[in-house]
Nanobody
Framework: QAQLVESGGGLVQAGDSLRLSCATS????????LAWFRQAAGKEREIVAA????????YYADSVKGRFIISTNNAKNTVYLQMNNLKADDTAVYYC????????????WGQGTQVTVSS
């Protein structure tokens, strides 16, 4: 059974940086598209960044483009989200997720980690 475990959230001030980590197990890591989502209080969950399994091309939501970077350490089966120049609007619970190649839905999810940015 696949498991995803996030870490690295916390309380920071606007303009600070944080790096989230998502340690995965039970996945053929290179065969999965990996993504970070977030959900702010009272809002729907939204995708923030993704790293595609076949090309390792990346996707970023417009709201984070130029500030966030998704990356992996294949030796550790870990995906990261480097978040720079954080804004109050980035406050949310952040989730990592994985979907197998050729599938539409993200099947595996972590438990989430809270990021709070004070202005």
């Amino acid at each position: 059974q696949a498991q995803l475990v996030e870490s690295g959230g916390g309380l920071v001030q606007a303009g600070d940086s944080l790096r989230l980590s998502c340690a995965t197990s039970g996945l053929a890591f290179s065969m999965y598209t990996l993504a970070w989502f977030r959900q702010a209080a009272g809002k729907e969950r939204e995708i923030v960044a993704a790293l595609y399994w076949d090309s390792r091309n990346t996707y970023y939501a417009d709201s984070v483009k130029g500030r966030f970077i998704i990356s992996t350490n294949n030796a550790k089966n870990t995906v990261y989200l480097q978040m720079n120049n954080l804004k109050a609007d980035d406050t949310a619970v952040y989730y990592c997720a994985a979907k197998y190649r050729g599938t539409a839905d993200y099947r595996y999810w972590g438990q989430g980690t809270q990021v709070t940015v004070s202005s």
